[in-house]
């Protein structure tokens, strides 16, 4: 369920507000602020579990701390994007409901949504975070982040997968940078005019420290929306 950070090091702290821990009866992922009333994941990390199995962390960057930050949220209801005739792997990706909405501060703020219409293209550095470990063995204590460049679909052979529906990225120039177990379902962000938009979630991958798989965010941009805007309203 989970993926963790491959090669890279530890993050300023609180310098990911839209960070979340998503826990699912003993394991974890990570997942991103959208609003105060919404967060998006991986949908293999919630694939099969009822709501109230779920528990959320936001404010977070030491993660066997009581920070005074760090606050906790139940799930109302869960969004996968799939449906009963695809595959967890063809779209994965989930919108969570939040039974109590968040507010607002330095340490807990949302990430810019990709819009549809957005590319990101071949050699451009994203930015992945999360909880594991920098060398794929065991957890972090702390939030770790990791530049990892775009690839070509082609160096990830995704075959029998739908490849407008991901991102392949990995493989730096003078270091091995991926991730591995530990925080599926977490950001891939980019730095876009000043600001820092969502461009993928942590997928899965062929080997820690190898090639990375991630769901492209714009793609799902317009489903994401309507599943807000049909369900409650943007905030």
Known sequence: MSVRIVGGRQALAHSHPWQVLLYNRGQFCGASVLNRNWIITAAHCVNGTKS???LVEFGIHDRYRIEPSRIARTIK???PAYSGKSTRWMHDIALLQLYEPLVFNPFIRPICLSAAQDTVKQGERTLITGWGSTQGTGNFRYLHEVQVPIQSNDQCGLQGIRRETTLCAGLCENSTCDS?????GGPMVLLRHGRWHLVGLISWGFSCAGLGVYTKVSYYSEWILKTIHDSSSWM
């Open 180 to 184: 591995c177990q530990g925080d599926s």
């Open 77 to 79: 209801k869960v969004y």
């Open 52 to 54: 109230k199995h779920l």
